[in-house]
């Protein structure tokens, strides 16, 4: 797949939150990191909300298939709040529901931290976390990493 990694692509914003189900004028100071196909068509986005000083929230949307989860894009993807903004951790809230986000999650690297009973309107919240010592898809302060 030929394919490009968009930074600050405010088209993906909305193209997420359709996929995600939720409103984008929820999300407060929204980033997102998206791939794109040779004809331009989104296959992921990742957007980044609620910053602290420490922490944002992340949010993953895909157009169904699997062929957007590179290595390459995956790095973007961490090295951005990691590695570029110096966060500490980052924070997903997954539908408890929704089996197959809870399984990425899981895959990429994040553990539950929580459960958050009757936190949306038809289901309950799972806390996600992963801490930047605990992400595989970069590299330590002092490790050969290119960043």
Known sequence: MAARIAFDDHDAIAWAAARIGCRPESWQ???AIALRR???????AVIFERFSEC???IH???DGSRHWM??????????????????????????AS???ALRL??????????????AMPEDDIVVMGMTRARCRFIHQKGERNGF
């Open 70 to 95: 590179t290595r390459t894009f995956l790095v973007s993807v961490f090295a951005y709040p990691f590695i570029q903004l110096g966060l500490r951790r980052i924070t997903g809230l997954v539908p």
């Open 105 to 118: 999650n899981q895959h990429l690297g994040f553990e539950i931290e929580g459960y958050c009973d009757h």
């Open 60 to 62: 993953v949307a895909s």
């Open 38 to 44: 040779a004809d331009n068509t989104l296959a992921a």
């Open 29 to 31: 100071s929204p980033r």
């Open 98 to 100: 929704n089996f197959n």
């Open 55 to 57: 922490d944002c929230n």
